[in-house]
């Protein structure tokens, strides 16, 4: 399934020290006399670039696909990209989405019904939260009190989203929306959810395909009358000034722009596969879908969608079937999981080329991406990040 994921800090090389250093100048005097003009030496260090941490959901590969139950950070800033150790989440972590303060993430686990914090200072995963069934996507309100969480649920299919007060750690009354929700985005005003109801699109489902995105007023805590879309609504980005919400339509092969001032969808914007996350360019001018294409099995790619004119641009190949898609704060670089492959790709979007991949075995799924200060500096702000959340859930071929 997918989520979308907001996003984070773009790896830069490091810079070593700089020192400016005036030369000692000699002079000779007339009549055999000497002058010497002491040498002076100043030294400045530039600031290093913020280091970026993507921490990657693992959701298992081959024969233990939805058996995987772990979160791995990446450090994405060195050249090339490292690993720490992987955390312990629930089984089947579906989506991640960090916190504004980028002190926490919280995973959703599907297959184990709860969310998961992690303390990203120490990372460790703390007490889980039970959540509704089959949870499949997350998004948290930009004050960072409430995260909401999709419940898809599997047999029998989900039709609610959780919120879950992270003061307390305690999930609220549940909101019912469409069946099988996944994708669930937050506009940056905090007023309105959106969740693209999938319907019966996992293996173990059953019921009918999904056709529509419900809105959720955050001030009511109340469903609003559902959108129509495509086929299989799995992924869902707001647009960095709120104005618009993208849906990826996995059956339909296409993106549905929503206008959030009318809540009407747009005309579809046609792709060469399936969508299975999208993340906006921190400037809003470029929506980037991760799809899984039908053109080249082996291969996947991110496809640029200009905001301004619902134009579709020359696809980037990534590795075989991209499920997740983050972007760095200053919109340089988009990370790429890569689960059919078992790799993480990073491509430059300034020359729309892949600039690294990084092989992370267990079923990479659902990034996010948080940034701060290195040299023990504090936690860069929320502005200074870019996150993404999604997933890309298998869809059931019988």
């Known amino acids: ?215 959720i007023d955050l001030t009511t805590k109340k469903a609003l009358a559902p959108i129509p879309v495509g086929n299989a609504p799995e992924s869902v980005a707001a647009s960095p000034d709120g104005s618009t919400v993208y849906v990826g339509n996995a059956n339909s092969g296409s993106v549905t722009p929503i206008s959030t001032a009318s809540n009407t969808a747009g005309t579809p914007i046609a792709l060469d596969g399936a969508p299975a996350a999208i993340a906006f360019a921190p400037n809003g001018s470029t929506a980037w879908v991760a799809v899984d294409t039908s053109v080249i099995p082996q291969h996947g790619d991110i496809t640029p969608i200009n905001v301004a004119t619902g134009v579709a641009g020359a696809p980037v190949p990534v590795a075989k079937a991209p499920a997740g898609i983050a972007i760095t704060s200053d919109g340089g670089v988009a990370w790429v999981t890569c689960s059919g492959a078992n790799e993480l790709v990073s491509v430059d979007l300034s020359t729309a080329k892949v600039a690294q991949s990084v092989v992370v075995a267990g079923g990479p799924y659902a990034i996010a991406l948080t940034s701060h200060a290195q040299g023990g500096g504090s936690t860069s702000s929320a502005r200074g990040a870019t996150t993404t959340t999604g997933a890309h859930k298998n869809k059931s071929t019988g």
């Open 1 to 215: 399934m997918a989520v979308s994921r907001p996003l984070p800090g773009r790896p830069r090389r490091l810079l070593g020290p700089v020192a400016l250093v005036g030369g000692g100048l000699l002079a000779a005097a007339c009549g055999g006399g000497s002058s010497a003009i002491p040498s002076t030496t100043s030294s400045t260090l530039p600031p290093l670039p913020p280091a970026v941490i993507a921490y990657v959901t693992l959701v298992g590969s081959g024969s233990q696909v939805g058996l995987g139950s772990r979160v791995l950070p990446v450090n994405v800033t060195a050249a090339p990209a490292s690993t720490s150790a992987a955390i312990q989440v629930g089984v089947f972590p579906a989506a991640i989405a960090i916190t504004p303060d980028q002190k926490t993430a919280y995973v959703a686990n599907y297959g184990s019904n709860d969310v998961t914090p992690i303390d990203l200072a120490t990372g460790r995963a703390g007490r889980p939260i039970p959540a509704g069934p089959g949870p499949a996507g997350i998004a948290i309100a930009p004050d960072g009190r409430t995260a909401y969480v999709a419940d898809a649920g599997s047999s029998p299919i989900g039709d609610t989203v959780t919120p879950i007060d992270l003061v307390t750690g305690k999930a609220l009354p549940a909101i019912t929306v469409g069946a099988g929700p996944e994708g669930i985005a937050i506009t940056p005003d905090g007023k309105l959810a959106y969740v693209a109801d999938s319907g019966a699109v996992v293996t173990g489902q059953s019921g009918a395909i999904g056709a529509t995105v419900t809105p």
